[in-house]
């Protein structure tokens, strides 16, 4: 090579040396120019506290609980919520095992709700049922039938295998269970700073009012579910504290979330239920696993979308009492 196609070499590789620099340079810093956006002040916390409820300190994390009948003696039922739900999810289903004598308790997953929202260390399913477990045995539950919806159920089966000796039954309710873990997920990356922060600038940038209706609808079949006062109920709840933290430390703990244990260890009651039209966990998903639950019964809500509970109360509340009362 003569001197002179040396230097030209040498100076397409000093060119594209810089430019590689320049893009790393961009994406570390310029996330941290880019200011968070804002949201509207909501309700504070504390004005959403209902009068059965309260907060757990559970090693260091607070969750909160809505707890009902504690005397009774029929038995408990713990309800489970889904990703973006919390004990409001509930409000038409807990209020109807209350009065029909069973003890009841709903709680906010830690992330969610009323409960603790931040960056800090494991979000992932197994971590989250450690914490409902915590929570029962703070309130002395031994043994409880459990209803998880959609990611509660991965939720509930996660506390089965952990804690089989405290299932009584399960309801599972639109679940999504993922049942392989992924190896190629970029959900690490959320956890390195400049990805961290970017994360929080898109955030909170992208969630507002109109996007948290837009989605909440898109989870219903039946629209006229949406209204007003439910859009508040949720949107309120999921603004609350440190929201986008903790969202982004789900996504960098989800890679733990595959239920890779043997379903059909679980040899419990079990009812698996889902609305005939969610798009959001198809049937198909739901035949991936539902068959390997020893015994389980499968029943289609119609009209009804991902939200089955809140959708079609009724007849989602008289499924699992026939259920419950005939096991």
Excluded at 71 to 96: C, D, Q, Y
Excluded at 110 to 115: A, D, P, Q, T, V
Excluded at 187 to 206: D, E, H
Excluded at 278 to 291: G, M
Aim: aromatic share 12%.
């Amino acid at each position: 090579m003569n001197i002179t196609g040396f230097y030209q070499r040498h100076r397409k590789l000093s060119i594209l040396g810089l430019i590689l620099l320049a893009v790393v340079l961009l994406a570390f810093i310029v996330p941290y120019l880019i200011p968070l956006g804002s949201l509207a002040p909501g309700i504070p916390a504390a004005e959403l506290v209902t009068e059965n409820g309260s907060f757990l300190d559970i090693g260091g994390i607070s969750i909160y609980v809505e707890s009902y009948n504690p005397e009774s003696t029929l038995g408990t039922i713990v309800f489970i919520h889904g990703f973006g739900g919390s004990t409001f999810s509930w409000r038409e289903n807990a209020p109807f095992f209350v009065q029909k004598g069973y003890r009841v308790v709903a709680l906010d997953l830690k992330g969610f709700g009323l409960s603790q929202k931040d960056f800090g260390p494991d979000y992932s399913h197994p971590a989250q049922a450690e914490l409902v477990n915590g929570a029962l045995e703070r309130l002395g539950i031994d043994r409880a039938w459990f209803i998880g919806h959609s990611m509660g159920a991965s939720v509930m089966l996660h506390l089965a295998h952990l804690y089989p000796q405290k299932i009584t039954g399960l309801v599972s309710v639109d679940g999504a269970v993922v049942l392989q873990k992924s190896f190629l997920s970029p959900a690490p990356l959320a956890g390195f700073g400049p990805f961290t922060r970017a994360g929080s600038v898109l955030l909170t940038r992208y969630i507002n009012q109109d996007r948290v209706r837009s989605i909440l609808e898109s989870a219903c079949y039946r629209k006229e579910t949406v209204t007003d006062e439910v859009f508040e109920g949720y949107y309120n709840r999921i603004i609350t504290g440190n929201w986008y933290q903790s969202l982004l430390a789900m996504t960098r703990d989800s890679n733990k979330n595959a239920v890779t244990f043997p379903l059909e260890e679980l040899n419990y009651p079990a009812l698996i239920m889902w609305g005939e039209h969610d798009t959001w966990v198809t049937r198909e998903d739901i035949d991936l696993w539902k068959d390997r639950l020893p015994g389980a019964e499968f029943y289609i809500i119609t009209d009804a979308g991902h939200l089955p509970m809140e959708e079609q109360p009724d007849v989602f509340n008289g499924l699992v009492l026939e259920f419950i009362q005939g096991n």
